[in-house]
């Protein structure tokens, strides 16, 4: 939140973590993207980051993504297909923050 909050301009809006359980586990079981689970970054209630995890018996792997750009419509009609409802918050969109300055806020927010 602080890294990307660096980045963001001011109008953007509220960053916040999700703490609480997944939003909607029947949709995120279809596509992770549709429900907002524990640790994603949110502004004004809508999903940032998203966080993904895997895990076996013996290892967990977690990666996260940045949504720099989105396109809703697209997203929406994936959704369809598989039953999930997707309201539409908009159709296409683009945060204003490059790639590079993402890797450099994160770098410069880890502890020594």
């Not at 890294?3 to 609480?20: D, E, I, Q």
């Not at 689970?37 to 809508?46: A, F, I, K, S, T």
Request: include cysteine; charged fraction near 20%.
């Amino acid at each position: 939140v602080e890294a990307l909050g660096s980045l963001l301009p001011r109008s953007s809006g509220r960053l916040s973590v999700h703490h609480a359980a997944s939003t909607d586990p029947a949709a995120g079981r279809i596509a992770c993207f549709a429900s907002v689970g524990p640790g994603e970054v949110l502004v004004d209630g809508r999903k940032l980051v998203g966080v993904s995890q895997r895990r076996t018996r013996r290892w967990a792997r977690f990666q996260c993504v940045v949504h720099l750009r989105w396109a809703l419509g697209d997203v929406a009609a994936l959704a369809e297909l598989s039953g999930v409802a997707v309201e539409p918050g908009g159709a296409a969109g683009e945060s204003g923050i490059d790639e590079w300055s993402v890797v450099e806020a994160l770098h410069s927010h880890l502890p020594d």
